[in-house]
């Protein structure tokens, strides 16, 4: 069956069955490669993207019910929110061997989108279904710390 | 003279064959564990997995007319309560009446991976809901399970670690149920997110029987008087 969706801004025809995952039609068929394929079944959050601004998990959303919703990427998140997040994690030299981050940080751009001032808890909550098997998860949220500071103009 | 040049070559010798002994030692040690590792052996074939085991067993409910036999009319509607109670007291429902603010998973009835809480209308918390993974429906690839209403009961409804006596005068409690008997009725035999229970996907074991014999279960139970086991 042939669905209209809607990526990064633009549209996308795409020929697929009902159940296949929103994952694989990024990945396969339109060529975005920066959300990555961890478990497969939203144990591990690495394949998060943004549908209609809300995380989602893209490996366990078959593509019939994304609809007419808004997809966002790790390649096409662009605010102030997904910069100061991109420049904290440089700064902080968050990633090790680098393989779930996209996921963490579409998770931590949705959630300085919701929360700009998470605490430690508020944080955790909002990541915990992002695994980090180098387990860099007190640079996570030390980077997500700096991200909502530099956001609210504050020195880091 | 003779004597003492003697010594050290005796002393070499006797040093130089404790090394040979143990040299060849070491070389059999060698050797044996070369034939052990390298001795052909039958390598293990895969085996077809026995078709049942590949699909949940199915459970059957008793109908109603199973009941019929039961003369005194408050044994009959406990009797039938207790046949209500294999479908509620299964992971399938029970699962989601926690009684903490975490739902649990598979048959084990595990703590929910990853980490979630109920938050404030049982979809969870505001940066983590359950719309996250779970869908409208259930997700063949991944074996998400998934509803359109996907949530935790109440927590007054909590289940777990009750006895059947206790969750039946919960359920006929509209302080805690929220629910008239009609709305129980009709929560029990139609809500599709009761029905999942008998739609898991995933290989999941389904609730016994089908929500239709389930219904018809809960409807004569109310009709009986809505009896409670202790």
Known sequence: ?156 | MTRRSDRPRRRRFRIARIFGIAGLLVVAAIGLGLVYLLYPRPVLQSEPIAVETLYAQLESLQPVSAFDTIVEPRLRSVALFEEVGRVLQSPRCMNCHPATDRPTQTEAMWPHMPWVSRGLDGGGEANMRCTTCHQAQNAEASGVPGNAKWSLAPIEMAWQGKSLGDICRQLLDPARSHMTREELLHHMAEDDLVGWAWNPGGGRQPAPGTQDEFGALVAAWLETGAQCPQ
């Not at chain 1, 961890?38 to 144990?43: E, K, L, P, T, Y």
């Not at chain 1, 968050?94 to 579409?106: A, E, I, N, R």
Request: proline residues 4%; negative net charge.
């Open chain 1, 1 to 156: 069956m042939v669905y209209a969706v809607r990526v990064n801004g633009s549209l996308h025809k795409v020929e697929a069955d009902g159940q296949t995952p929103l994952l694989w039609v990024l990945r396969d068929t339109l060529g975005l490669t920066g959300t990555k394929y961890g478990c497969g079944i939203a144990q591990c959050g690495a394949c998060t993207v943004h549908v209609d601004g809300q995380p989602m998990r893209s490996c366990s959303l078959p593509i019939e019910f994304v609809g007419s919703a808004e997809v966002t990427t790790i390649e096409a998140i662009d605010d102030p929110i997904a910069t100061a997040v991109q420049q904290a994690w440089v700064a902080r030299d968050v990633p090790q061997c680098g393989f779930c981050q996209s996921g963490q940080v579409m998770s931590a751009v949705a959630l300085l989108r919701a929360m700009p001032s998470p605490s430690d808890s508020d944080i955790d909550t909002a990541m915990s279904g992002n695994i980090c098997r180098c387990a860099t998860y007190n640079r996570i949220r030390a980077a997500i710390h700096d991200a909502a500071a530099t956001l609210r103009g504050e020195a880091v």
